[in-house]
């Protein structure tokens, strides 16, 4: 589990400036599902968004 503090927006609040990359320019994501959601994290940044 990560010890810092990770930064989780919703997707339809800060959407994609480019389709399938993240604001750092990555387009490497760690995805998961959890209570029915769909979080995507970013593995250059770290930031997380919930599609």
Known sequence: MDTKEERVVLYKDEPDEH???CECGNNIFHSRV???K???KCQECGKTKIV
């Open 34 to 36: 959890l209570e029915g």
């Open 19 to 21: 389709s399938g990359r």
């Open 38 to 40: 769909f979080y995507r």
